[in-house]
């Protein structure tokens, strides 16, 4: 069985805010805008402004409300609502999205530090949710943390610092494509020399065969490792003798779907089940829950097994929900399960 230690209840996540919007889709509707299931598309602001036009012809859909979204939000979302303590670093338009999704984030109790971006426009996420509950990404262009804000992150970071009340860094491998390997490792640098831990989603399955040994090199720092089976198997496990050495005391939190999770640390293995969903609606988001329920439980003094069944039974109430995220009236219900696991 793998243990866990006591730690501080404070995480701060670094990464961007994106507009989801969450549109149900037909097949067919899929077909005729030329789009294949389950695939992802970066646009230019007037591709999506041409996409979102065309979409609004097509017969029976139905769209919803308008969310933070991102991984990393969705993350902080959940670990908020469940009582963590969450801060978060992040770029801003300053447009009236980006204001939207800010506040939604506040409600829940997360704490932003938002850095000015030069780009005027929130990158606005369309999820094309078809009958199966999988989902079909649209992205558009807009503000993203980059290396040129690099500076400023960690300017946010010493002043978290002297608050001597965090014990998390909560980074993402997206960002890896915007801040670059030295910023990037700038923030690993960071969190060590202030006894912080390290909690990485992968985050992508093809951002993790694009930077897969950079993303080994992070393994000295023993980060807690969130990420799918695919995106798992695209770091190449095992590693060469010297990465195995490094590896050896990194816990890797792999969700598996219907078939549940499994933690990989060293030679020790554990699984646990999924919870039954009974009427899949919308899968996105369902990692992203995972990883922030998972570090709220183990902030909360759950063994690892325990955090791992807590954030599957969260990971398959996100599915059951039409958006991208679980909405704040689901607070009550999911510490209540906590609750009778204790």
Known sequence: MIKTKERRRQTIFI????????????????????IQ???????????????????????????????AGGTCSNS?????????????????????????????????????????????????????????????????QGAGLSEKYSSRILNALEKYREEKIHSRIFLNAYLINGLGYEAFSDLIK??????????????DKKVVEKH??????????????????????ALEMPLTQECDAKAKDVLFVITLGDKGAKLIKGDVLDKVDACRVEHPVNYTGAGDHF??????ALDAGMKEIDCAKFAAFVAAKKVEEKSSRLKASSKDGLLAYQDQMN
């Open 15 to 34: 990464g961007d805010i994106l507009a989801d919007r969450t549109v149900f889709i037909p097949y067919g509707a899929l077909n005729s805008l030329g």
């Open 37 to 67: 299931k389950g695939s992802r598309h970066e646009l230019s602001k007037e591709q999506n402004q041409e996409f979102v036009s065309r979409l609004g012809k097509e017969e029976n859909i139905s769209e919803g409300d308008v969310f």
């Open 76 to 140: 902080a979302y959940i670990y908020a609502l469940l009582n963590g303590h969450a801060d978060m670093i992040t770029v801003s338009a300053g447009d009236e999205l980006a204001s939207a999704c800010i506040e939604d984030l506040k409600n829940v109790g997360v704490r932003i530090d938002a850095i000015q971006s030069d780009q005027s426009v929130t990158r606005l996420c369309l999820c094309l949710i078809t009958e199966d509950a999988e989902r079909t990404m649209i992205l558009g």
């Open 190 to 203: 960071f969190a060590v020399s202030n006894n912080m831990q390290i909690a990485l989603s992968l985050s």
């Open 212 to 233: 897969k040994e950079f993303l080994r090199s992070l393994f000295w720092c023993q980060p807690i490792v969130f990420g799918n089976e695919e995106e798992y198997d």
């Open 291 to 296: 990883a922030g329920a998972y570090l709220y």
